[in-house]
């Protein structure tokens, strides 16, 4: 049996002009409003998508606002992430001081695709030691990787004055909210 059906079998009898066109007009309808509906449902969804996102701005490329950045770019909430850092990259990947990540962070870590066993630092009871500039430095090395574009502005002083706050070499923070928003 054939996948497509005559007009005949549709109607079950012999086709008049009548019925003909009444079935062509029904057919030709139908079509129109699926495609109007699959139209109008795509561009629904691509919509929302698009608002639910937001820009996520972190001040400090620390280990926590690296961290913060990784997150907010693993969320598929964010459409773009950016880090402002007063430092040069030198000087933030040159930190001897250790930091110890205890076994919550480590599997919250893993979670977002972070491997510990390419970190230079060791394990106890659980615990992840390392030194920070390490960790920065593959911190970094994983927003390569990622799908939600992340930058990173170096050198980029924030100063917060009396509730308003500015940033140095750059923008101001309504020229940024602008920005982020366009």
Same mark, same amino acid.
């Given at each position: 049996?054939?996948?497509?059906?005559?007009?005949?079998?549709?109607?079950?009898?012999?086709?008049?002009?009548?019925?003909?066109?009444?079935? $062509?007009?029904? %057919? #030709? *309808?139908?079509?129109?409003?699926?495609?109007?509906?699959?139209?109008? +449902?795509?561009?629904?969804? !691509?919509?929302?998508?698009?608002?639910?996102?937001?820009?996520?701005?972190?001040?400090?490329?620390?280990?926590?606002?690296?961290?913060?950045?990784?997150?907010?770019?693993?969320?598929?909430?964010?459409?773009?992430?950016?880090?402002?850092?007063?430092?040069?990259?030198?000087?933030?990947?040159?930190?001897?001081?250790?930091?110890?990540?205890?076994?919550?962070?480590?599997?919250? $870590?893993?979670? %977002? #695709? *972070?491997?510990?066993?390419?970190?230079?630092?060791?394990?106890?009871? +659980?615990?992840?030691?390392? !030194?920070?500039?390490?960790?920065?430095?593959?911190?970094?090395?994983?927003?390569?990787?990622?799908?939600?574009?992340?930058?990173?502005?170096?050198?980029?002083?924030?100063?917060?004055?009396?509730?308003?706050?500015?940033?140095?070499?750059?923008?101001?923070?309504?020229?940024?909210?602008?920005?982020?928003?366009?």
């Amino acid at each position: 049996m054939p996948l497509v059906a005559t007009m005949e079998d549709c109607l079950g009898e012999q086709a008049n002009p009548w019925t003909t066109a009444v079935f $062509l007009q029904t %057919l #030709g *309808v139908t079509v129109v409003m699926t495609c109007a509906f699959v139209l109008t +449902k795509t561009t629904y969804d !691509r919509m929302r998508r698009r608002l639910s996102q937001v820009a996520v701005v972190v001040i400090g490329a620390g280990p926590i606002g690296l961290t913060s950045a990784l997150v907010a770019a693993h969320s598929q909430k964010a459409s773009r992430v950016i880090v402002y850092e007063e430092k040069p990259r030198s000087e933030l990947l040159c930190r001897p001081q250790q930091i110890g990540l205890d076994a919550k962070s480590v599997t919250l $870590l893993s979670s %977002l #695709g *972070v491997d510990f066993d390419n970190i230079e630092g060791c394990w106890k009871h +659980k615990n992840f030691f390392t !030194r920070i500039g390490v960790f920065q430095e593959y911190l970094l090395s994983q927003f390569q990787l990622l799908q939600t574009p992340v930058e990173l502005k170096l050198k980029t002083k924030v100063l917060d004055k009396s509730r308003h706050i500015s940033v140095l070499g750059g923008l101001s923070l309504d020229v940024l909210m602008h920005r982020l928003q366009a």
